[in-house]
């Protein structure tokens, strides 16, 4: 299984942007898959996770409202589309898929332990 996070790059606090997470390796929809980041010299953390089905999404508090995650199974990617971006969203973004077939673990979805396999990262910087 490979993940490729990319559609990173330096945009100006307010503007828009959109990840973009295309996987190969194994049957697409039958997987959930999440966001994370990791700014420097912090931990990595949970930003947005979207059920196998598409029917479930789930956002940290930081980002909820502003960012959206959504997924298209003919295309084999899960895209992050960020607005009205902060300087604090500057990071480096993860996209992740999880280790179980058709199933979202609806109370630990936002835990790193969960995902199986791991993109290379894209980095996102906000300018103020």
């Known amino acids: 299984v490979q993940l490729q996070a990319f559609g990173g790059g330096l945009v100006q606090a307010g503007e828009s942007l959109r990840l973009s997470c295309a996987a190969s390796?194994?049957?697409?929809?039958?997987?959930?898959v999440a966001w994370f980041r990791q700014a420097p010299g912090q931990e990595r953390e949970f930003v947005a996770a979207?059920?196998?089905?598409?029917?479930?999404?789930d956002y940290a508090d930081s980002v909820k409202g502003r960012f959206t995650i959504s997924r298209d199974d003919a295309k084999n990617t899960v895209y992050l589309q960020m607005n009205s971006v902060k300087p604090e969203d500057t990071a480096l973004y993860y996209c992740?898929?999880?280790?179980?077939?058709?199933?979202?673990?609806?109370?630990?979805?936002?835990?790193?332990?969960?995902?199986?396999?791991w993109g290379q990262g894209t980095l996102v910087t906000v300018s103020s």
């Open positions: 390796g194994r049957t697409f929809s039958s997987y959930s």
């Open positions: 979207i059920s196998w089905s598409g029917g479930r999404r």
């Open positions: 992740a898929q999880d280790s179980s077939a058709r199933y979202y673990n609806e109370k630990y979805y936002m835990r790193a332990t969960l995902y199986e396999y």
